[in-house]
């Protein structure tokens, strides 16, 4: 009996393909509105947002 592979549970990275940029500037996108909408609310997650969006930030600065 041959082994065989599954593809469940395997990762794409996101910034592999042909419209990683625009994928990439739209989370970036979300996740600064969020932490705009949040920041009056708890300022933990609005923390948590804003690293988030920089981290993409900075991922999209190595792309472009």
Same mark, same amino acid.
């Given at each position: 009996?041959?082994?065989?592979y ?11 393909g ?12 979300? !996740?600064?509105? %969020? *932490?705009a909408?949040t ?5 933990? /997650? @609005?923390?948590? !947002?804003?690293? %988030? *969006? ?8 190595? /792309? @472009?």
């Amino acid at each position: 009996m041959n082994n065989q592979y599954c593809k469940v549970g395997s990762v794409t990275p996101i910034t592999s393909g042909s419209h990683a940029i625009s994928v990439l500037e739209f989370r970036y996108r979300a !996740f600064m509105e %969020k *932490a705009a909408d949040t920041a009056y609310m708890d300022t933990n /997650l @609005g923390e948590f !947002f804003k690293r %988030k *969006a920089q981290g993409i930030k900075k991922v999209l600065e190595s /792309l @472009g």
